[in-house]
RNA sequence: GGAGGGGUGGCCGAGUGGACGAUGGCGCCUGUCUUGAAAACAGGUUUACCGAAAGGUGACGUGGGUUCGAAUCCCACCCCCUCCGCCA
């Protein structure tokens, strides 16, 4: 959420801000409905201190006069009209407020989609095989590890099930890029739930825009998470953290529910888009003065994920037009897969500023006894594990159909190549 | 799911219709004393909103209601604890 004295002092600025992603806000009817709120709270506090003073004047009385309490019981009917009106002023605001995205930082570059995206680094040179490399569609089916039409038999299309080395193939990238976070890159490994309430979605910003999107438990109102990010922004919801806690570096992993509505019929094949999949998550909290260098950290962070994987990679910045709702400033990271021949997107690394912060009221206090200002969030996948599977099988792929496994998860694995 | 108990400031805990944003204790901060510290003593110590300021308003789990006036009474919901049931 931005903040409502950001609106109502620099409403251009905002617009102007917002046009960079292709918002075209009510900007107009936001500042009316803000002053509209302040006058009547105005009007309705004045009334309310009337209504104390004479209570407290009665209090002390021993006879109370009628036409007293007549009059105060009459200035409470205008106390509870006003406080409808107010309420109703204020759902009006929260509603236009929440509905619009972050601000892009000054830095991002203009542009309406992902065709002004610039590639900012690439890592890694793409092997070349003396044979064609098989898509991982193929190559999971010859050895075994993939199983596309059990995923569909189970729960329908774009669900997948992993057998076999597959499954343990998944489970020591897990392990290991959790435990690569946690002892090299300082973060705090966290378990959270996969299902949560509506408040909790609302603090992350997935609700109330993006609903279609998520899987929804009717009966008891509970949602499935689309990814760690919103557990872990509302894992401080309503705190105040004391000095000396920021910065606050979480990892988490968990699976990722998604709907896909609108790619309907994009990246059908394989596990490439699917409604289920895991993710190991990266998440701070920060200082804001820190949140820029924070997020080029937690990008090198993920960076280190590819390079230890020996997979080469690159870096995309996003531009204005394509960055998530919550997101200011963020960067893709995507790998190569020569079989499918493609850069996968394994990671989006976010600086979300204050917008998650302000929806889920997470402050800190800067020195003891200051005033709590809000802290800065950032997230980023480290990293997004399908997609990982795929570029290891792909890029690791040999002339008779195995695979060899990457170095640091042989430990993790057991054993160093993946045959039928 | 059933029965019972409970949610008050950073923590503990008092308050059952009127001067209570809330006694007291602990913790924390500042000062006095001390070579320094501890102890003792004194003062301070929630947060949001409206307002240029003075000041005002709200918040005692949440939302409604009763009342001139609600932490306190009524209703609904949420959460926690204990026991029973079920269960990995």
Redesign the pocket.
């Known amino acids: 959420m931005l903040s409502?004295e950001l609106v109502r002092n620099n409403p251009d600025a905002v617009r102007e801000a917002l046009e960079r992603r292709g918002e075209h806000a009510p900007l107009d009817t936001i500042v009316s409905l803000d002053a509209e709120r302040?006058s009547l709270?105005?009007e309705?506090?004045?009334l309310?201190?009337e209504?104390?003073?004479?209570?407290?004047e009665?209090?002390?009385m021993s006879e109370?006069p009628a036409e007293m309490?007549e009059e105060?019981?009459r200035?409470?009917d205008r106390i509870?009209g006003l406080e409808e009106r107010v309420?109703e002023t204020e759902a009006g605001l929260e509603t236009e407020l929440m509905a619009l995205p972050n601000l892009p930082l000054p830095g991002v570059p203009d542009g309406a989609d992902e065709t002004a995206n610039t590639v900012v680094s690439t890592w890694g040179t793409p092997r070349t095989y003396e044979f064609t490399p098989l898509p991982h569609w193929d190559l999971g089916e010859h050895l075994g590890i993939i199983d596309l039409s059990r995923g569909a038999k189970l729960s329908g299309s774009r669900f997948f099930t992993l057998s076999g080395a597959g499954a343990r193939l998944q489970r020591a990238l897990t392990a290991w890029m959790i435990d690569l976070h946690v002892q090299e890159h300082g973060y705090r490994e966290v378990y959270v739930p996969y299902l949560v309430r509506r408040d909790t979605m609302y603090g992350s910003g997935n609700l109330p825009k993006f609903a279609d999107n998520l899987y929804h438990d009717e009966e008891d109102d509970l949602w499935l998470i689309p990814t760690a990010e919103v557990p872990l922004t509302g894992f401080h919801r309503d705190e105040?953290l004391e000095p000396g806690t920021l910065p606050l570096y979480y990892v988490s992993h968990t699976p990722s529910f998604r709907r896909e509505k609108a790619a309907a019929g994009k990246d059908t094949r394989g596990i490439k888009r699917v409604h289920q999949f895991d993710k190991v998550e990266l998440y701070k909290l920060v200082e804001p003065d820190s949140s820029g260098q924070e997020l080029e950290k937690l990008l090198e962070d993920a960076k280190d994920v590819c390079r230890r994987l020996d997979i080469p990679y690159r870096v995309v910045r996003l531009c204005a037009g394509d960055m998530g709702f919550p997101s200011a400033e963020s960067y893709d990271l995507e790998m190569w897969a020569p079989g499918c021949e493609e850069w996968l997107e394994v990671s989006s690394c976010s600086n979300c500023t204050d917008f998650q912060a302000r929806r889920a009221n997470i402050?800190f206090?800067p020195q003891?006894?200051a005033?709590?200002q809000l802290v800065h969030t950032l997230n980023g996948s480290g990293l997004a594990l399908p997609r990982v599977l795929i570029a290891i099988m792909e890029t690791y792929q040999q002339s008779d159909g195995s695979i060899s496994v990457p170095d640091v998860l042989r430990p993790y694995m057991g054993l160093d190549t993946i045959t039928p």
């Not at 209504?51 to 407290?56: A, E, G, I, L």
């Open positions: 409502i302040r709270l105005t309705l506090e004045g309310r201190a209504r104390n003073r004479v209570s407290r009665m209090g002390r109370r309490v105060m019981r200035t409470g509870r309420k105040i402050r206090r003891a006894g005033r709590p």
